[in-house]
């Protein structure tokens, strides 16, 4: 039971991790996949933070007679990681963008036929030189 | 999609709610105006340009399903010898935590000891951080940039006067409210040592404030006020300022980010490398957001152009 | 100046990049990237020069001590990756103005150049760092820049094989970061030295092993190792010729750096191939890739293509080395990163060359290139003669120590199946001599003439070194056989 008590969090977290990880993979509509992406890295972010909290204990921010606090390590990578997260995300989305312009879909089944149907062209044209 | 991005925004609003009740403050903060804020809003603009729906995929995904099957099981496999949560006297809190806890206000005098671990202890992580944003912004310019053709004043006008009828009441009650949402990034900014805050989320929230005005009143008459080549370069100006305090401490007779000597008194001399180095952190993360929305926007135009030309 | 080059050597190419953006002219920013490039190299030879001698050094940054601050920790290891990266780029760049101004818009070159500093800036910021986080945070600053880096290639293939990459990239960056927090959870630090201590108190637990095990599969999609590779030949055929030679003679190798560094100074050589079957698992992986991607690299109808899945196969050797799991095999792998990417960054830029004046790189405008192109043409069968591994070219060098180091541990069927893979290297090198020289060119087609000098420096330079180190091995063995020796003196 204690062990339950105690790692209750850490499976939660798993459970939203494979998510994220099963859109990105599964799911062929590029902006879903970002979203994907965003949810498997937010639960990495809740993995990390909940790793820090201690039972009892306050924000890390001095005040007079607080002696307990959470850890401040993981918060601060965590914000970093926020950071990346969303650099990535804005550079995926730009990309999405132009591939809608580029392909005219954004479907990743689509952009693959497409993409085939090229290289079927190119060889066709191969044997007519 | 559109229900899909709204979801996915809620899901940012809950994690922050969630980071606050597990103390986490500046994260909570960070990932509210970023998860919840600017993410949406990017992808919003993104389904905009690329189309609501989405047609169902005809395969089954059993390869998905076993490979994320599998990573489940060995994650949840290492839990197992995880300290508890909540727990005292894990390896983390009993390690290198302390010294940052208890002895941060002797040697740096900043209460808030997030500030003091992002903006001292693991300074150059920050200025890494702020890299990847520059580089971010970069991409997207790269990515997305148009050749401008500035618009004419009676264009602008006219693109006003629309907007004005149709969002009257919109345009009014955010006409009021946007100075002081650029008030309270400074605020965030400057008080990000004595409370949560600091250079990212004052950064985004000043940027929120400029993308309102250009969501309300149009992308040309928000272009006049900010414009695009004084932004770039001023992504560029915050990156260097951080870099620069790097090299005046190294020039100092520190290592690089060294704060204690850029001033007789070291404490001092922290106080004021964090707020340069957080300050340079703002400009960064305030220019490359607005160069992100305006990037999208202007090839949206770019788009609605081509198309009415070829019609 | 000299007790900061640590720190130096990463900031001045990544001062540099903001900086590009007040200049305004492309011919200026290359010349000042060129300017920042080449000074990053000389601080990476005035490392190795002072790794050589003293050993190890470390550089503290913010003043602080580790673990509490973060520690930039230079060893032999990591130096001659820096000299190698550097190297590369600064020669790629030579030719780098001439290349984009054909493949790349102009009102985009100066963001190139930015990206191009921001990528080298990542790549040499993840080598020289003691602290596992910031290796983090500088491999989210070169594959960013990677990401932006491919999609300016003219073929819109370039878009969808960027995002490709990234959804891959960040799933592989991810996994890494929940490696680290794992490592983290269990020892409270994320110094790499401290990391060291205190792994083997806790080595025994579940937690530590899931730890290893996603880390480990983090660096192998950004390695490329089979199966994990399917984001690299899309990326490295469509993106801008010159940003393929500068990627593919170093951005696999830094990931095998972090695979080296954590298992051997890190997690251990006992724990990473006793706990796990690291050995068996890398080597059936390491030899897989070497088959199945050179068969595809054969069949193949864009040259580019052909060497992508040649680089694929190139770190299968690379794994295979490392597999063995001794001082020779190690030495091994890091003379095959040396000699890889002088190879494929020689062809890589010859390629880039035909590129710039044929306009495409399919097998069939080849064709009568070995009389219009001979000097480029000649620097490619160089180039193929070394990743072969005919003697007298490094490419024989790394083999022979590959072949020698698995006969040294008993395992005579590798040594064997090394060779053999050499001789499907042969069939896809041979189709292109054979095209080049031995068929005329298709009728109705515009003769070309020899590369610019831009690109015939840089690419004879780099094809000379291959044939200089192939032939004195001195410089290249001595710091490959003493790296190996330090990751084996500390890791027990």
Redesign the interface.
Request: aromatic content about 12%; hydrophobic content about 55%.
């Given at each position: 039971m204690t062990t339950i008590l105690g790692l209750y969090n850490y499976w939660i977290v798993i459970v939203l991790m494979m998510i994220g990880f099963y859109i990105i993979i599964a799911h062929g509509h590029l902006i879903k996949k970002i979203v994907g992406l965003n949810i498997f890295q937010t639960s990495v972010f809740i993995f990390y933070i909940s790793v820090g909290k201690v039972e009892g204990a306050t924000a890390p921010i001095w005040q007079e007679g607080i002696i307990l606090y959470s850890n401040p390590l993981p918060h601060v990578l965590i914000l970093t990681a926020i950071v990346v997260g969303i650099a990535t995300t804005a550079l995926g989305l730009a990309l999405i963008i132009r591939i809608k312009e580029a392909y005219g879909s954004v479907d990743e089944d689509d952009i693959q036929a497409m993409d085939n149907q090229d290289m079927v062209n190119q060889d066709k044209e191969q044997q007519q030189c | 999609?559109f229900a899909?991005?709204m979801l996915?925004g809620i899901?940012?609003l809950v994690?922050a709610s969630?980071?606050v009740a597990?103390?986490?403050?500046?994260?909570a903060f960070?990932?509210a105006s970023?998860?919840a804020g600017?993410?949406t809003l990017?992808?919003l603009?993104?389904?905009a340009?690329?189309?609501r729906t989405?047609?169902m995929?005809s395969h089954k995904?059993l390869?998905?399903?076993f490979?994320?099957?599998v990573?489940?099981g060995?994650?949840?496999?290492?839990?197992?010898?995880?300290?508890?949560?909540?727990?005292?006297d894990?390896?983390?809190?009993?390690?290198?935590?302390p010294?940052?806890?208890y002895d941060?206000?002797k040697e740096i005098g900043v209460?808030?000891?997030?500030t003091s671990?992002?903006a001292?202890?693991?300074?150059?992580?920050?200025?890494?951080?702020v890299?990847?944003?520059?580089?971010?912004g970069?991409?997207?310019?790269?990515?997305?940039?148009v050749?401008q053709r500035p618009k004419s004043e009676a264009v602008i006008e006219a693109i006003n006067d629309s907007m004005h009828e149709k969002h009257l009441i919109l345009r009014v009650v955010i006409k009021t409210m946007i100075p002081f949402i650029l008030l309270y990034a400074f605020y965030v900014q400057f008080h990000g040592d004595?409370?949560?805050g600091g250079g990212?989320q004052a950064g985004v929230i000043f940027a929120a404030g400029i993308i309102m005005y250009a969501l309300l009143f149009g992308l040309s008459a928000a272009r006049q006020v900010i414009k695009q080549p004084v932004v770039?370069?001023l992504?560029?100006?915050g990156?260097?300022i951080y870099?620069s305090v790097?090299?005046v401490?190294?020039l100092n007779g520190?290592?690089?980010?060294?704060?204690?000597?850029l001033s007789a008194d070291p404490i001092a001399g922290q106080h004021l490398g964090i707020l340069l180095i957080e300050f340079g952190v703002g400009l960064t993360?305030a220019s490359v957001m607005i160069i992100?929305f305006f990037?999208?926007s202007a090839?949206s135009e770019y788009?609605q152009a081509k198309k009415g030309e070829s019609l | 100046m000299l007790a900061h080059l640590p720190i130096l050597q990463v900031i001045v190419p990544l001062m540099a990049a903001p900086a590009c953006l007040i200049l305004r002219k492309p011919k200026l920013v290359w010349l000042f990237t060129l300017l920042a490039s080449s000074l990053a190299f000389i601080i990476s030879i005035l490392l190795l020069q002072q790794v050589m001698v003293a050993d190890t050094i470390s550089y503290e940054l913010g003043g602080w001590s580790p673990p509490w601050g973060i520690e930039y920790r230079i060893d032999k290891l990591n130096a001659f990756i820096a000299l190698i990266i550097s190297g590369v780029s600064t020669v790629v760049l030579l030719a780098a103005q001439t290349s984009i101004e054909k493949e790349i818009p102009e009102d985009k070159q100066t963001l190139f150049y930015i990206l191009y500093l921001l990528s080298l800036t990542g790549m040499l910021g993840i080598v020289t760092t003691g602290d596992a986080f910031n290796v983090f945070v500088f491999l989210e600053i070169s594959s960013l820049s990677a990401y932006s880096l491919i999609a300016l290639g003219k073929d819109r293939r370039a878009l969808w094989a960027s995002f490709q990459y990234l959804i891959m990239g960040t799933i592989g960056a991810t996994f890494i970061l929940i490696g680290i927090g794992l490592m983290y959870q269990m020892t409270g630090t994320l110094n790499m030295a401290d990391l060291a201590t205190r792994l083997p108190e806790v080595a025994e637990t579940r937690t530590v092993t899931t730890a290893y095990v996603f880390f480990i599969v983090g660096v192998c999609l950004k390695l490329a190792l089979f199966p994990l590779h399917f984001w690299l030949p899309n990326a490295y055929a469509y993106a801008p010729s010159i940003v393929t030679a500068f990627f593919a003679a170093t951005s696999t190798k830094v990931a095998a750096y972090l695979l080296i560094r954590f298992t051997f100074s890190i997690f251990g050589i006992s724990f990473s191939f006793t706990t796990l079957p690291m050995e068996t698992l890398f080597l059936v992986l390491g030899l897989l890739g070497i088959f199945i991607a050179s068969t595809v690299a054969i069949y193949q109808d864009n040259i580019k293509h052909v060497f992508a899945y040649s680089s694929v196969a190139q770190v299968g050797y690379m794994i295979v080395g490392f597999s063995l799991s001794t001082h020779a095999g190690l030495t091994a792998m890091l003379l095959h990163m040396f000699n890889h990417a002088l190879m494929k960054g020689a062809l890589f830029l010859a390629l880039a060359a035909i590129i710039y004046r044929v306009g495409s790189a399919r097998i069939a405008d080849f064709q009568g290139l070995g009389r219009q192109m001979p000097l480029t043409m000649a620097a490619v069968v160089v180039g193929g003669l070394s990743l072969i591994g005919v003697p007298l070219t490094v490419g024989f060098v790394s083999k022979w120590y590959l072949v020698v180091a698995a006969i040294e541990k008993g395992w005579w069927w590798v040594a064997g199946l090394v060779l053999l893979g050499s001789l499907l290297a042969v069939i896809y090198v041979w189709r292109i001599v054979e095209t080049a020289y031995f068929k005329a060119p298709m009728a109705g087609r515009q003769p070309v003439k020899e590369a610019p000098m831009a690109f015939l420096v840089p690419v004879w330079l780099l094809v000379s070194a291959n044939v200089y180190f192939g032939i004195d091995t001195r410089l290249s063995v001595e710091i490959a056989t003493a790296a190996a020796k330090g990751l084996f003196g500390v890791a027990q």
């Amino acid at each position: 039971m204690t062990t339950i008590l105690g790692l209750y969090n850490y499976w939660i977290v798993i459970v939203l991790m494979m998510i994220g990880f099963y859109i990105i993979i599964a799911h062929g509509h590029l902006i879903k996949k970002i979203v994907g992406l965003n949810i498997f890295q937010t639960s990495v972010f809740i993995f990390y933070i909940s790793v820090g909290k201690v039972e009892g204990a306050t924000a890390p921010i001095w005040q007079e007679g607080i002696i307990l606090y959470s850890n401040p390590l993981p918060h601060v990578l965590i914000l970093t990681a926020i950071v990346v997260g969303i650099a990535t995300t804005a550079l995926g989305l730009a990309l999405i963008i132009r591939i809608k312009e580029a392909y005219g879909s954004v479907d990743e089944d689509d952009i693959q036929a497409m993409d085939n149907q090229d290289m079927v062209n190119q060889d066709k044209e191969q044997q007519q030189c | 999609m559109f229900a899909v991005v709204m979801l996915a925004g809620i899901y940012g609003l809950v994690s922050a709610s969630f980071f606050v009740a597990m103390d986490a403050v500046d994260v909570a903060f960070t990932e509210a105006s970023v998860g919840a804020g600017i993410s949406t809003l990017l992808m919003l603009t993104t389904v905009a340009m690329t189309g609501r729906t989405e047609h169902m995929a005809s395969h089954k995904p059993l390869l998905a399903l076993f490979v994320v099957t599998v990573t489940g099981g060995l994650l949840i496999y290492g839990t197992f010898d995880m300290p508890y949560f909540g727990s005292a006297d894990a390896p983390i809190h009993n390690h290198v935590a302390p010294r940052y806890i208890y002895d941060s206000m002797k040697e740096i005098g900043v209460p808030n000891m997030v500030t003091s671990v992002l903006a001292s202890y693991r300074g150059f992580d920050t200025f890494g951080e702020v890299t990847v944003i520059f580089t971010a912004g970069i991409g997207v310019l790269a990515l997305l940039s148009v050749v401008q053709r500035p618009k004419s004043e009676a264009v602008i006008e006219a693109i006003n006067d629309s907007m004005h009828e149709k969002h009257l009441i919109l345009r009014v009650v955010i006409k009021t409210m946007i100075p002081f949402i650029l008030l309270y990034a400074f605020y965030v900014q400057f008080h990000g040592d004595y409370g949560p805050g600091g250079g990212f989320q004052a950064g985004v929230i000043f940027a929120a404030g400029i993308i309102m005005y250009a969501l309300l009143f149009g992308l040309s008459a928000a272009r006049q006020v900010i414009k695009q080549p004084v932004v770039q370069l001023l992504s560029a100006v915050g990156v260097l300022i951080y870099g620069s305090v790097g090299l005046v401490s190294m020039l100092n007779g520190g290592t690089f980010l060294d704060y204690s000597v850029l001033s007789a008194d070291p404490i001092a001399g922290q106080h004021l490398g964090i707020l340069l180095i957080e300050f340079g952190v703002g400009l960064t993360v305030a220019s490359v957001m607005i160069i992100i929305f305006f990037s999208c926007s202007a090839r949206s135009e770019y788009q609605q152009a081509k198309k009415g030309e070829s019609l | 100046m000299l007790a900061h080059l640590p720190i130096l050597q990463v900031i001045v190419p990544l001062m540099a990049a903001p900086a590009c953006l007040i200049l305004r002219k492309p011919k200026l920013v290359w010349l000042f990237t060129l300017l920042a490039s080449s000074l990053a190299f000389i601080i990476s030879i005035l490392l190795l020069q002072q790794v050589m001698v003293a050993d190890t050094i470390s550089y503290e940054l913010g003043g602080w001590s580790p673990p509490w601050g973060i520690e930039y920790r230079i060893d032999k290891l990591n130096a001659f990756i820096a000299l190698i990266i550097s190297g590369v780029s600064t020669v790629v760049l030579l030719a780098a103005q001439t290349s984009i101004e054909k493949e790349i818009p102009e009102d985009k070159q100066t963001l190139f150049y930015i990206l191009y500093l921001l990528s080298l800036t990542g790549m040499l910021g993840i080598v020289t760092t003691g602290d596992a986080f910031n290796v983090f945070v500088f491999l989210e600053i070169s594959s960013l820049s990677a990401y932006s880096l491919i999609a300016l290639g003219k073929d819109r293939r370039a878009l969808w094989a960027s995002f490709q990459y990234l959804i891959m990239g960040t799933i592989g960056a991810t996994f890494i970061l929940i490696g680290i927090g794992l490592m983290y959870q269990m020892t409270g630090t994320l110094n790499m030295a401290d990391l060291a201590t205190r792994l083997p108190e806790v080595a025994e637990t579940r937690t530590v092993t899931t730890a290893y095990v996603f880390f480990i599969v983090g660096v192998c999609l950004k390695l490329a190792l089979f199966p994990l590779h399917f984001w690299l030949p899309n990326a490295y055929a469509y993106a801008p010729s010159i940003v393929t030679a500068f990627f593919a003679a170093t951005s696999t190798k830094v990931a095998a750096y972090l695979l080296i560094r954590f298992t051997f100074s890190i997690f251990g050589i006992s724990f990473s191939f006793t706990t796990l079957p690291m050995e068996t698992l890398f080597l059936v992986l390491g030899l897989l890739g070497i088959f199945i991607a050179s068969t595809v690299a054969i069949y193949q109808d864009n040259i580019k293509h052909v060497f992508a899945y040649s680089s694929v196969a190139q770190v299968g050797y690379m794994i295979v080395g490392f597999s063995l799991s001794t001082h020779a095999g190690l030495t091994a792998m890091l003379l095959h990163m040396f000699n890889h990417a002088l190879m494929k960054g020689a062809l890589f830029l010859a390629l880039a060359a035909i590129i710039y004046r044929v306009g495409s790189a399919r097998i069939a405008d080849f064709q009568g290139l070995g009389r219009q192109m001979p000097l480029t043409m000649a620097a490619v069968v160089v180039g193929g003669l070394s990743l072969i591994g005919v003697p007298l070219t490094v490419g024989f060098v790394s083999k022979w120590y590959l072949v020698v180091a698995a006969i040294e541990k008993g395992w005579w069927w590798v040594a064997g199946l090394v060779l053999l893979g050499s001789l499907l290297a042969v069939i896809y090198v041979w189709r292109i001599v054979e095209t080049a020289y031995f068929k005329a060119p298709m009728a109705g087609r515009q003769p070309v003439k020899e590369a610019p000098m831009a690109f015939l420096v840089p690419v004879w330079l780099l094809v000379s070194a291959n044939v200089y180190f192939g032939i004195d091995t001195r410089l290249s063995v001595e710091i490959a056989t003493a790296a190996a020796k330090g990751l084996f003196g500390v890791a027990q």
